[in-house]
C-alpha cells in the first residue's frame, strides 16, 4: 500500500524528509492494512538463540508469537522485513492449546516495500490466534537494526558487541513487526547469549537459566514490557561495567561503560538520578519501568537514543574522566542526558501517532534539555545558550504568558501525559491540553507557527510624541534570501515584548501582534531612551529596526546594559538580515565591534560563529587576511583579560570562553597566542606539563593550522595513543585545519582508515572542508571520488546528509550549485534529497551575498586598517 494514502493531503509535504537535530528520517514505509487492530498486539520474542561471538552466519534466529485476532477472510499477512528470513505458521487458540495449525504456504518477499506477504493454504476463521514466526538475520555493520559495534579489549583484542538501533524503521531488520508507532505491544523477550556477556533490554530480568542445548550460553528472560512501540524495543549483548545507584524515587539507575571504565559513568549516573524525579515532579506522572540504564555503546550512528528503559548513547555523549574530560564534553552529557529521559515520557509513554508528528517528541525534549541542566547545574547559564543554540528549533509553547504560565504549562503537560499514556497523539492534541490547562488560544496562535513554513520578520521604526514613543511594526515572511515578495504573504500571530533602558530586563509592554501592521504607544519613554523587541529572545521571529533606533541600541551593547541574551539576539539578527541582503554586512561588522567590553561567553560563542561562516565566505577572495585582522581585533581585548590559566574562583563558563577566544585568536595567527600555544604543546607532547582539557582544543587547533608535516605527525600519534574516544574526537575535529595540499590529503585518507569509527569520519572530512580554502575542494573531490565506500557506510543514514551538509556548504560559486546538483542527480541519495536541494539553495546564497557585500567589506576593512578604531 502507498504510504502517502494514509496520510492526510495536507500532512504529506512533511513526510518526504523530516529533519530534528539534524537528523533526516526520509524513508518510512507502511506494511499491513492497519485496520482494524486490537489494541495491543503481544509478541512473545526469543532471540537471538544463537548469538557466537564472533560472529558466524546466520548471526541470530529467533521465534516470535504473536496474538492477533484475524478477521474472517483473510488469507494472508503483510510483514515487513529486511534481510530476515522467516517461517511462519498461524494457529489458533491459547499457545499451549493449539486447536488447529495451519502453516503458511506461500512466502512473497517484496523488497521494494521492505514485507513478506504470507499466504495460507486455506480461508483463515474470524477468531484470535497465534502467529508463530521464526525468523534468522544476519548482525550488521551499518549502525542500523540489530548490529555489530567493534571494541578493544585492555589487552588489544578486537571483538564485538551486539546492539539496536531501531529508530525510525530498522526494528523490522531484527525481527518481523508492525514496525509502526501507533500500532504499539507488550513484549516479552528472552535472549540466548554466551555466558559470560551482559545482556540488557528494555525490562529488567526475570529468570536467567543455562541454555539446554549449549552449556557456553544462557537463557536471559525479561520482564514484560508496558504497551510500547516497536522503535522504541532494544537490546545489547557485549561486555561492560557499571555504577549504579537508586534515584530518590525508588529508580534503579545504571550507567554501562566499556571494562575497566566504570568511573567514567558517575558523571552521567549523578546527572540521571537527579533528572528522573525532576520529571516526575515537573510532568505529575512516574516514571513506570523499575529500571533505567544508559549505555555508552562504541559504534553508534546517532548521537543518543531514548529506548524505553535502555537508552544508548555515543561514548561521548556519555562518558566524563574527571581529568581529561573538557567542561564542554559535561554538559553535552547532561544536555543528552537530559533529553533521553525525557523521552521516557513525552515519547516512549506518548507516542506521536505517525512520523509526521516527530516534532513534538524531539521539539519538546530539545527544550526541556536546558531545564533539566538548569535544574542540574544552574552555574552553567544554560538558558542563554539555548538560545544561540537551539533557538531556531525551540518552540514557542508559552505563548501567551499572563499571571501562572508556567503552572498552566505543566498543568497542561500533565493533561497531556495522562490522557495519551500508552497512546499517540497528535500535535493538535498537545495544544488542545494547554489550551484547557491555560484557557488561551494556544491552538489559533500555533496553528499559525506550525502549520505554514517559515517565520516573520518584525520590521520597526519609532516617532518620539511628546513623552510616548510611537512605534510602527510590520510583519513579512522571512526569507533567507530577502524578504517575502509576493501576494498572499502568510501571517503569524506573533506574541512581542518590548523593553526600554528604564528597566532593560522588564517587558513594558506585552502585545499579540495578530495583524500585518501595527501602531504600539509606549507612554512615559524620554528621547533618550533605547527600546528593544523581543526582550530574552524568546520569540520565534527577526528583527529589523530603522537606522535610529539600531544606532540609539550600540551604547547598550557597549556598557552592557543590554542583557546578554539580547546583545546575542541583536547580533545574530542582524547577521541574518545581512546574509539576506537586508542590510549591509558593514553594519554588523560595525555593531561586532561594539563588543569591546563583552564577557558573557555564550555571546561571544554566537558571535565567534558568525564571524567564521564571514571567514569562509571571504575565504573567496584575496582580502581573507584582512577579516582575520578583525577577528584578532575584535578577540585581542577579551583574551588579554582572560589569559590562558584559570584564575581563582572561576567556573564553567569562565573555562569555555577561554577555549573559545583562545581558539579564535590562535586560528586567526595572533602571534602571542600562536607562540605559548606552540609553547604549551611541546610540553604536553614532551610529557613535561600535560594541557589541561579545555586547553586541549585550541593549543592543537593552533598548532596544526601554523604547523608542518610533523605537526601532524604528532597529532596523529596522540590520536592513536588517546584511550578515550572524547580525546580521539578532539584530535580528529581539528586536523582539517592544516593548510598544505599533501597534509590535507593524509588526513582525508585517515578519515575513511580504520583508525577513525565509522560515524566519525563525517567530522573529519567536514573538518578539512570548512577548515580552509584547499580544503573544501579536496573534501568535495574525496567525496566524488570515493562516493561509494561513503555511501554504503551509511546506508543512506541520516550520516550522509551531515557529511554532505559539511562539504559543500562552503562554497559560493554558483556553478558549485550546478555542479553539486550534476553529481547526485548521477549518484542519488534520496535520503539526503532535502539537504542536497538546501546546499545548493544555501551555496547559491552564499555567491549572491559575496556579489553583493564583498566590494564594501573590503573598502571597509582596508578604512578601519588606515584609521584604527578607538575604543
Ligand atoms: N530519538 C533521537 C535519535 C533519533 C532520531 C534516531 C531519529 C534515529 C532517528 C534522540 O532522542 C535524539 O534526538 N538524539 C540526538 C541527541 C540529542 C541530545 C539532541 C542525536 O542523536 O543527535
Ligand atoms: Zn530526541
Not at 516527530?358 to 552555574?379: M, Q, R
Not at 546578554?564 to 561588522?589: H, K
Not at 539537504?835 to 578604512?863: G, M, P
Request: negative net charge.
Amino acid at each position: 500500500m502507498d504510504l502517502q494514502a494514509l496520510i492526510p493531503p495536507n500532512k504529506r509535504r512533511d513526510l518526504l524528509s523530516f529533519c530534528s537535530s539534524g537528523l533526516q528520517v526520509s524513508r518510512l514505509v507502511l506494511q499491513g492494512t492497519p485496520q482494524p487492530y486490537p489494541s495491543a498486539v503481544f509478541y512473545h520474542l526469543q532471540q537471538p538463540s544463537h548469538v557466537v561471538l564472533p560472529f558466524s552466519h546466520p548471526d541470530f534466529s529467533g521465534a516470535i508469537l504473536s496474538y492477533r485476532r484475524v478477521k474472517a477472510g483473510t488469507s494472508w499477512h503483510h510483514f515487513p522485513w529486511i534481510a530476515l528470513r522467516v517461517f511462519v505458521f498461524l494457529a489458533f487458540g491459547t499457545p499451549s492449546s493449539y486447536s488447529a495449525e495451519i502453516h503458511a504456504t506461500g512466502f512473497n518477499y517484496q523488497n521494494e516495500d521492505e514485507k513478506v506477504t504470507l499466504s495460507f493454504p486455506s480461508t483463515l476463521q474470524t477468531g484470535t490466534g497465534t502467529l508463530k514466526i521464526d525468523f534468522v538475520g544476519e548482525l550488521n555493520d551499518k549502525m542500523k537494526g540489530f548490529y555489530r559495534s567493534k571494541y578493544t579489549t585492555p589487552s588489544g583484542e578486537v571483538r564485538y558487541a551486539a546492539v539496536t538501533q531501531f529508530e525510525a524503521t530498522d526494528a523490522r531488520r531484527a525481527f518481523p513487526c508492525w514496525d509502526e508507532p501507533a500500532i504499539k505491544a507488550t513484549f516479552d523477550i528472552s535472549l540466548v547469549v554466551p555466558k559470560d556477556r551482559v545482556a540488557l533490554s528494555n525490562m529488567n530480568v526475570i529468570d536467567r537459566k543455562p541454555y539446554p542445548d549449549d552449556e557456553n550460553l544462557v537463557e536471559v528472560k525479561f520482564a514484560r514490557t508496558p504497551v510500547m512501540s516497536t522503535y522504541l524495543v532494544a537490546f545489547v549483548v557485549g561486555e561492560y561495567d557499571f555504577v549504579e545507584t537508586r534515584s530518590k524515587d525508588g529508580v534503579c539507575v545504571r550507567v554501562y561503560t566499556p571494562v575497566g571504565k566504570a568511573e567514567q559513568g558517575k558523571f552521567a549516573l549523578e546527572v540521571a538520578a537527579k533528572t528522573l524525579p525532576f520529571y516526575k515532579d515537573y510532568f505529575n506522572v512516574p516514571y513506570p519501568l523499575p529500571k533505567i540504564d544508559l549505555i555508552a555503546i562504541a559504534d553508534f550512528a546517532a548521537g543518543a537514543m531514548e529506548n524505553w528503559g535502555l537508552v544508548t548513547y555515543r561514548e561521548t555523549a556519555l562518558l566524563i574522566d574527571p581529568k581529561n574530560s573538557c567542561s564542554s564534553s559535561r554538559q553535552w552529557v547532561a544536555l543528552v542526558v537530559g533529553h533521553e529521559l525525557a523521552h521516557q515520557w513525552f515519547g516512549n509513554l506518548v507516542t506521536m501517532e505517525w512520523w509526521t508528528h516527530l516534532w513534538l517528541n524531539e521539539g519538546f525534549a530539545s527544550w526541556i534539555e536546558y531545564l533539566c541542566v538548569d535544574h542540574c547545574f544552574p552555574e552553567y547559564d544554560i538558558w542563554t545558550q539555548f538560545v544561540s543554540a537551539d533557538y531556531t528549533r525551540a518552540q514557542e509553547l508559552d505563548a501567551l504568558d499572563n499571571s501562572h504560565p508556567i503552572e498552566d504549562f505543566k498543568k497542561g503537560m500533565n493533561m497531556y501525559l495522562t490522557k495519551f499514556q500508552q497512546k499517540n497523539a497528535a500535535t493538535e492534541d498537545l495544544w488542545e491540553s494547554l489550551e484547557n490547562a491555560s484557557g488561551k488560544p494556544i491552538a489559533a496562535v500555533m496553528n499559525t507557527w506550525t502549520k505554514q513554513m517559515g517565520f516573520p520578520l518584525i520590521y520597526v521604526e519609532a516617532e518620539q510624541v511628546e513623552d510616548d514613543r510611537l512605534l510602527r511594526l510590520s510583519q513579512k515572511k522571512f526569507c533567507a534570501s530577502g524578504s517575502y515578495v509576493g501576494e498572499d504573504c502568510p501571517q503569524w500571530m506573533v506574541p512581542i515584548t518590548i523593553s526600554t533602558s528604564e528597566d532593560p530586563n522588564q517587558a513594558k509592554l506585552k502585545i499579540l501582534m495578530d495583524k500585518p501592521e501595527m501602531n504600539v504607544v509606549l507612554k512615559n519613554v524620554k528621547p533618550d531612551q533605547w527600546v528593544k523587541l523581543n526582550l530574552g529572545t524568546v520569540g520565534f521571529y527577526r528583527t529589523q529596526y530603522s537606522s535610529a533606533m539600531l544606532e540609539s541600541l550600540l551604547p547598550g551593547i557597549r556598557d552592557l546594559s543590554l542583557p546578554p541574551v539580547d546583545r546575542l539576539g541583536l547580533q545574530n539578527d542582524l547577521f541574518s538580515l545581512a546574509r539576506a541582503g537586508i542590510i549591509s554586512t558593514v553594519e554588523v561588522l560595525k555593531v561586532m565591534e561594539a563588543f569591546v567590553n563583552e564577557p558573557n561567553y555564550t555571546v561571544w560563542s554566537d558571535l565567534s560563529c558568525n564571524l567564521g561562516i564571514l571567514s569562509t565566505l571571504l575565504s573567496h577572495t584575496d582580502f581573507y587576511e584582512e577579516i582575520q585582522e578583525f577577528v584578532k581585533d575584535v578577540f585581542s581585548p577579551i583574551g588579554e583579560r582572560l589569559g590562558w590559566d584559570p584564575k581563582p574562583g572561576e567556573g564553567h563558563l569562565d573555562a569555555l570562553l577561554r577555549g573559545l577566544v583562545l581558539g579564535k585568536l590562535g586560528k586567526a595567527g595572533h602571534k602571542a597566542t600562536l607562540e605559548e600555544a606552540r609553547r604549551r604543546f611541546k610540553d604536553h607532547v614532551e610529557g613535561k606539563q600535560i594541557l589541561s582539557a579545555d586547553l586541549r582544543s585550541p593549543v592543537y587547533l593552533t598548532v596544526l593550522k601554523h604547523g608542518d608535516g610533523t605537526t601532524l605527525d604528532i597529532m596523529l600519534k596522540l590520536h592513536k595513543q588517546a584511550d578515550m574516544q572524547e580525546e580521539k574526537n578532539r584530535i580528529e575535529r581539528v586536523l582539517g585545519a592544516t593548510l598544505l595540499p599533501d597534509l590535507i590529503q593524509k588526513v582525508l585518507t585517515f578519515a575513511l582508515s580504520e583508525e577513525v569509527r565509522p560515524q566519525d569520519t563525517v567530522s573529519v572530512i567536514g573538518g578539512v572542508a570548512g577548515g580552509s580554502k584547499h580544503g573544501r575542494k579536496a573534501a568535495w573531490k574525496f567525496i566524488k571520488d570515493n562516493w561509494e565506500e561513503l555511501y554504503n557506510r551509511y546506508q543512506g543514514g541520516f550520516l550522509i546528509s551531515r557529511l554532505i551538509k559539511l562539504s559543500v556548504e562552503g562554497f559560493a560559486v554558483d556553478k558549485m550549485a550546478g555542479e553539486v546538483k550534476a553529481f547526485f542527480e548521477s549518484h542519488p541519495a534520496p535520503s539526503a534529497e532535502r539537504t542536497i536541494q538546501q546546499c545548493c539553495e544555501n551555496i547559491l546564497l552564499n555567491a549572491a551575498w559575496l556579489k553583493r557585500d564583498a566590494e564594501s567589506i573590503h573598502q571597509y576593512l582596508l578604512q578601519r586598517k588606515a584609521s584604527p578604531p578607538t575604543v
